[in-house]
């Protein structure tokens, strides 16, 4: 399974970003989807997650800010930022809990897109 991330960038403070993450290869279902960050200094933290019935869960720092979403068909999760701040600066990584073909399950990352919010 393949997990591949796009829509980083650099933006202004108060500016919005799409990010979008594709997943491919042998599955067989998702059980939860998701998306981490990592600023410079600072731990890996949960951003946003969305379970395979639709629940979501957020950060304390970005509710109301950042909207999890999850196109079926497409295999692909997105995070919609808004209101993006200099403190979400951070590589933002996929993450997706995956029952393969083999009906194993398993964790899955992405590579990582960099998000930078400048003052």
């Known amino acids: 399974v393949q997990l591949v991330e796009s829509g980083g960038g650099l933006v202004q403070a108060e500016e919005s970003l799409r990010l979008s993450c594709a997943a491919s290869?042998?599955?067989?279902?998702?059980?939860?989807m998701g998306w981490h960050r990592r600023a410079p200094g600072k731990q890996r933290e949960l951003v946003a997650r969305?379970?395979?019935?639709?629940?979501?869960d957020y950060a304390d720092s970005v509710k109301g800010r950042f909207t999890i979403s999850r196109d079926n068909a497409k295999n692909t999760v997105y995070l919609q930022m808004n209101s993006l701040k200099p403190e979400d600066t951070a590589v933002y990584y996929c993450?997706?809990?995956?029952?393969?073909?083999?009906?194993?399950?398993?964790?899955?990352w992405g590579q990582g897109t960099q998000v930078t919010v400048s003052s």
């Open positions: 969305i379970t395979n019935g639709g629940s979501t």
């Open positions: 993450n997706a809990l995956i029952r393969d073909n083999d009906l194993s399950i398993n964790n899955y």
């Open positions: 290869g042998s599955i067989f279902s998702f059980i939860t």
